[in-house]
């Protein structure tokens, strides 16, 4: 992928669960505080905040709110975008395989994926998910034709990658966005690389 180009985005028409939104949230408060909260959801929309507010683990949320929640969230804190959105993914990946979603850690980190990939539309309802083991440490997991995209999100998904391996193991993770919807490719794919 060249990290040159343009970088597009499509908001509209996607959902995610509820538990997603929720953690980002649970990140910037415990990262920077109830002052921090309150400034981000001043910064989003009547609509947004109030879709932010009502969100629980299983519902499902506008993939635009969580968007405009992470850009929130950066604006308010003053950070860079991208960086902050990876640590961000890290977070929730920590905070829902350890509470929520817990039951879905496996004992071998393909079989995450794999199984991973399977369930992608119960954790967001765009886009085919597919998994494939290239070799005994490295992995590539793509999402094929989302009807939503955005370089913010890409970079949370990052963060969660890397935090994922480390959860099952895997020491030192290298995520690399080898193609991605937001520079015009049908995909967006991730190669994993870790010891």
Not at 92 to 109: C, E, H, K, P
């Amino acid at each position: 992928m060249n990290m040159t180009e343009v970088r597009r985005e499509a908001l509209t028409g996607g959902h995610v669960k509820g538990a997603m939104v929720r953690a980002h949230v649970q990140f910037l408060r415990d990262r920077f505080g109830e002052p921090a909260v309150e400034k981000a959801f001043a910064r989003l929309t009547p609509a947004a905040s109030s879709e932010v507010h009502q969100a629980l683990t299983s519902s499902w949320c506008s993939f635009e709110t969580l968007v405009s929640l992470d850009r929130a969230i950066a604006d308010s804190t003053g950070h860079h975008e991208i960086d902050l959105m990876r640590e961000l993914g890290r977070y929730s990946a920590q905070i829902n395989l350890a509470g929520v979603y817990r039951a879905f850690r496996r004992d071998d980190i393909h079989d995450f994926f794999r199984r991973s990939a399977a369930l992608h539309k119960q954790f967001q309802d765009f886009g085919t998910c597919e998994y494939e083991r290239v070799a005994e440490t490295h992995g590539r997991i793509s999402v094929r034709n989302a009807s939503c995209y955005s370089p913010v999100y890409c970079a949370s998904e990052t963060g969660y990658l890397e935090k994922v391996i480390a959860i099952h193991g895997g020491k030192d993770a290298r995520i690399l966005e080898s193609a991605c919807q937001c520079v015009k490719d049908d995909r967006c794919t991730f190669e994993m690389h870790w010891h």
